[in-house]
């Protein structure tokens, strides 16, 4: 069984969270009013996933991410986001947390963010006690329009981060939602074309659509290819589709508070948060995405010695 804490100040909210959360038999609900009563239930029980409000009394969403994060590093938050409260929620993303649904479709997207945050969470801790020596590793992969393929994928690459020691376990999902997301739009946005904005009005037909393309020419025949190369200090994952790409020089700044909102967004919006550098190529069809070993920062006492 896998318990989730839901942490929000309104009972209202709270019960409408649990209520989408228990539709899934396998997850335990546990409920919190706010960061602090989160990090005393997290005390007395274990938890795997935390899903808060960001606009709280006393300790915000925001604190509870950094508190989260410094305690029990291995548990990953989701934050929920609403008007207002963007600025807070961009922060939170950069600091910590591991993704987000915006309150006007938790009833659409919460469940399967939970589904695919744990996934990737829970992959990695599974292997994160191998032991690894390697100091450099290359990986090059083709892949066709299979959205199953991805999930495999991002496992692969997240253990080999591990076993080279380049981040801990908390950044290594992170860093898996960052790659899930740029697969996803490679397959979707790329090579099948279809838009963003069908997804945010009818997930149904975005996904009858998309399942219609990869089944013609020339959608179905396109490929996604993906390098990886990663050494102690730094990880750098190149993602290239076969479609006809956009003009990245028209991107909006997903890191906008108006952009949070946008179903349109959200997926560069996590890559941005969560990775050093993200480089689009000219055409719109490759991303670039860098991650760097994060350096400890030396003390005053270690600097006079």
């Known amino acids: 069984m896998t318990t989730v804490l839901v942490v929000d100040d309104s009972a209202v909210d709270r019960r409408l969270v649990g209520g989408l959360l228990e539709k899934d038999s396998e997850l335990q609900v546990r409920y919190a009013v706010d960061g602090a009563d989160a990090l005393a239930a997290m005390k007395r029980g274990p938890v795997d996933l935390v899903v808060t409000d960001l606009v709280m009394p006393g300790m915000d969403g925001l604190e509870l991410v950094a508190a989260v994060r410094a305690g029990t590093p291995h548990v990953p938050v989701i934050l ?47 292997h994160s006690r191998l032991l690894g020596h390697m100091t450099r590793s290359q990986c090059a992969f083709v892949l066709d329009n299979d959205s199953t393929l991805i999930a495999t994928l991002v496992a692969y690459l997240q253990d080999n981060l591990l076993q080279m020691g380049l981040c801990g376990d908390a950044e290594c999902t992170r860093i898996g939602v960052a790659l899930e997301e740029a697969l996803v739009n490679a397959v979707y946005h ?51 589709d076969e479609g006809p790409g956009f003009d990245p020089s028209k991107l909006p700044d997903p890191t906008l508070p108006d952009s949070l909102e946008k179903v349109s967004g959200r997926g560069l919006l996590l890559m941005r948060a969560f990775m050093d550098e993200v480089i689009h190529n000219e055409t719109g069809n490759r991303v670039t995405l860098i991650k760097r070993r994060e350096r400890a920062v030396p003390s005053a006492e270690s600097e006079v010695a």
Do not use: W
């Not at 807070?88 to 695919?116: F, N």
């Open 190 to 240: 790329g090579n099948l074309e279809v838009g963003s904005e069908l997804r945010g009005e009818d997930d149904t037909s975005f996904y009858r659509v998309a399942a219609e393309r990869a089944r013609v020419p020339p959608y179905r025949d396109r490929r996604i290819h993906v390098e990886a190369t990663l050494s102690r200090d730094e990880a750098i994952f190149t993602i290239r």
């Open 80 to 126: 929920m986001t609403s008007k207002g409260s963007e600025e807070i929620a961009v922060r939170a993303l950069q600091e910590g947390a591991a993704s987000y649904v915006p309150k006007r479709i938790l009833a659409q997207d919460l469940l399967d963010t939970v589904h695919r945050v744990l996934a990737l969470s829970g992959r990695q801790r599974c």
